[in-house]
């Protein structure tokens, strides 16, 4: 079996279902385009012998039973669901992936120890109704019917219609599955760390932490003209010292720490005034809890020490606390190692930045990612893409790795 062709062959199909004429797809929870993907992917398992099953709200699964552990899975996919006008990869690529690396181990080395199982999660990017993570939260009964029973999309059709009308419902059991013994997915990175390292796969430890503040300092308002500069409290000019000095000490603390000031407002944002007011935000990233907190502490004291040095009130929020998700060292291992038995040295164990359905599943089982590549970095747009030698060995890597989990003892 020929790895390229078989996904290139699926990818094609695939790509048909809310395919857009200038390329990429709009594949939106519950819609027709959404409806024929997944009754597709069902009768392609079938076809591929594995057992098909939808959960209750579209989740859907092709089991290859384990000889000698069946009761023991090996989980592997991604989500089905697209933003509008995205790619054919975000999502997709791990589905086809899986199923792919699932045929290919089939035809190599027959039945597995383990169950092996491909999953086509219903949603995960929040692009039609205001709720994200839909598959993944119900997966782990996280999800409730009050989070979505009053909400509708931009045209005002109810999320609860336009889930009946595909032929689904409201999740009726409260069991959450035991038998998952790992959960990988492989995704585009969707960033251009790897293509600028000249990398092939990313292996990921976690998905990043992040807090996000907003700060006020309030100065003194006043005349350009009749004001000197040592009788001024100008904001603007706090404001630059804190966004140098701490961007300085971002560099200094290196990746994958991220720093971000990106929404400013003055008062009274003027030309002839001294700005006497300023609110702006912060947004901080990394992977390693301690290492953001004690920055978050820095930033904080930064604040104080230029807002006092200045004579300006200060208000600092911290609105959003987000811990970090790791990987589970184990399967991260794994992947790794399979990663260097088909690509050398051209791998880099890394950080997510962006959120991912793993970061759902981490809570619950030992749960690992891959990446590939995104060329440009380009995501969510119609010119999302990966060399095809890109997605193949991520593939190949992945089969490797379901190898391992799947058909060792
Ligand atoms: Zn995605």
């Given at each position: 079996?020929?790895?390229q062709?078989?996904?290139?062959?699926?990818?094609?199909?695939?790509?048909g279902?809310?395919?857009?004429?200038?390329?990429?797809?709009t594949?939106?929870?519950?819609?027709?385009?959404?409806?024929?993907?997944?009754r597709?992917?069902?009768?392609?398992?079938?076809e591929?012998?594995?057992?098909?099953?939808?959960?209750?709200i579209?989740?859907?699964?092709?089991?290859?039973?384990?000889s000698?552990?069946p009761?023991?899975?090996?989980?592997?996919?991604?989500?089905?669901?697209t933003v509008?006008?995205?790619?054919?990869?975000?999502g997709?690529?791990?589905?086809?992936?899986?199923?792919v690396?699932?045929?290919?181990l089939?035809?190599?080395?027959?039945?597995?120890?383990?169950?092996?199982e491909?999953?086509s999660?219903?949603?995960?990017?929040?692009?039609?109704?205001p709720?994200?993570?839909?598959?993944?939260k119900n997966f782990?009964n996280?999800?409730?019917?009050?989070?979505?029973?009053?909400?509708?999309?931009?045209?005002?059709?109810?999320?609860?219609d336009?889930?009946?009308?595909?032929?689904?419902d409201?999740?009726?059991?409260?069991?959450?599955?035991?038998d998952i013994?790992?959960?990988?997915?492989?995704?585009i990175?969707?960033?251009?760390?790897?293509?600028?390292?000249?990398?092939?796969i990313?292996?990921?430890?976690?998905?990043v932490g992040q807090?996000r503040?907003?700060?006020?300092?309030?100065?003194?308002?006043?005349?350009?003209g009749?004001t000197?500069?040592s009788?001024?409290?100008?904001?603007?000019?706090?404001?630059s010292?804190?966004v140098?000095?701490?961007?300085?000490r971002?560099?200094?603390?290196?990746?994958?720490?991220v720093?971000?000031?990106g929404?400013?407002?003055?008062?009274?944002?003027?030309?002839?005034?001294v700005?006497?007011?300023i609110?702006?935000?912060?947004?901080?990233?990394?992977?390693?809890?301690?290492?953001?907190n004690d920055f978050a502490?820095?930033?904080?004291d930064?604040?104080?020490?230029?807002?006092?040095?200045?004579?300006?009130?200060?208000?600092i929020?911290?609105w959003?606390d987000?811990a970090?998700t790791?990987?589970?060292?184990?399967?991260?291992?794994?992947?790794?190692?399979?990663?260097k038995?088909?690509?050398?040295?051209?791998?880099?164990v890394m950080?997510s930045?962006a959120?991912h359905?793993?970061?759902?599943f981490?809570?619950?089982?030992?749960?690992?990612?891959?990446?590939v590549?995104?060329?440009?970095g380009?995501?969510?747009?119609?010119?999302?893409?990966?060399?095809?030698?890109?997605?193949?060995?991520?593939?190949?890597?992945l089969?490797?790795?379901l190898?391992?989990?799947?058909?060792?003892?």
């Amino acid at each position: 079996m020929d790895i390229q062709s078989t996904f290139e062959m699926l990818d094609k199909k695939f790509t048909g279902f809310g395919g857009l004429e200038q390329g990429g797809i709009t594949r939106l929870l519950y819609s027709q385009e959404w409806n024929d993907a997944v009754r597709e992917l069902e009768k392609t398992f079938k076809e591929e012998g594995l057992e098909a099953s939808f959960d209750d709200i579209g989740n859907l699964t092709g089991r290859l039973v384990g000889s000698k552990y069946p009761e023991e899975t090996i989980l592997t996919g991604s989500h089905i669901d697209t933003v509008v006008e995205g790619g054919h990869l975000d999502g997709q690529f791990g589905i086809l992936a899986a199923l792919v690396a699932v045929k290919y181990l089939k035809a190599k080395h027959g039945q597995p120890l383990r169950s092996l199982e491909v999953l086509s999660l219903a949603e995960e990017e929040g692009s039609r109704f205001p709720y994200t993570f839909w598959g993944s939260k119900n997966f782990f009964n996280l999800a409730k019917k009050s989070d979505v029973d009053t909400i509708a999309d931009a045209e005002g059709i109810k999320f609860e219609d336009a889930m009946r009308k595909s032929g689904f419902d409201y999740r009726k059991t409260t069991d959450v599955r035991n038998d998952i013994k790992a959960f990988v997915e492989i995704h585009i990175e969707q960033g251009k760390v790897l293509e600028t390292e000249n990398k092939t796969i990313g292996v990921v430890n976690g998905i990043v932490g992040q807090k996000r503040f907003t700060i006020n300092l309030k100065g003194e308002a006043n005349h350009a003209g009749t004001t000197p500069m040592s009788l001024r409290r100008d904001t603007v000019v706090a404001y630059s010292e804190i966004v140098s000095n701490l961007t300085k000490r971002a560099r200094e603390i290196g990746e994958p720490l991220v720093l971000t000031f990106g929404h400013i407002t003055l008062v009274p944002n003027t030309v002839n005034v001294v700005p006497g007011e300023i609110t702006f935000s912060v947004d901080c990233r990394h992977i390693d809890q301690q290492i953001l907190n004690d920055f978050a502490v820095e930033i904080e004291d930064k604040i104080k020490l230029v807002a006092e040095a200045n004579s300006m009130t200060y208000d600092i929020n911290l609105w959003m606390d987000e811990a970090p998700t790791l990987m589970d060292k184990k399967i991260v291992q794994i992947i790794e190692q399979a990663a260097k038995n088909n690509v050398g040295n051209q791998y880099k164990v890394m950080p997510s930045g962006a959120g991912h359905d793993s970061q759902i599943f981490a809570q619950y089982v030992p749960t690992a990612m891959l990446f590939v590549p995104s060329i440009g970095g380009i995501s969510h747009n119609i010119s999302e893409e990966t060399k095809i030698e890109d997605l193949v060995k991520g593939i190949e890597v992945l089969s490797d790795v379901l190898y391992e989990l799947a058909y060792k003892e």
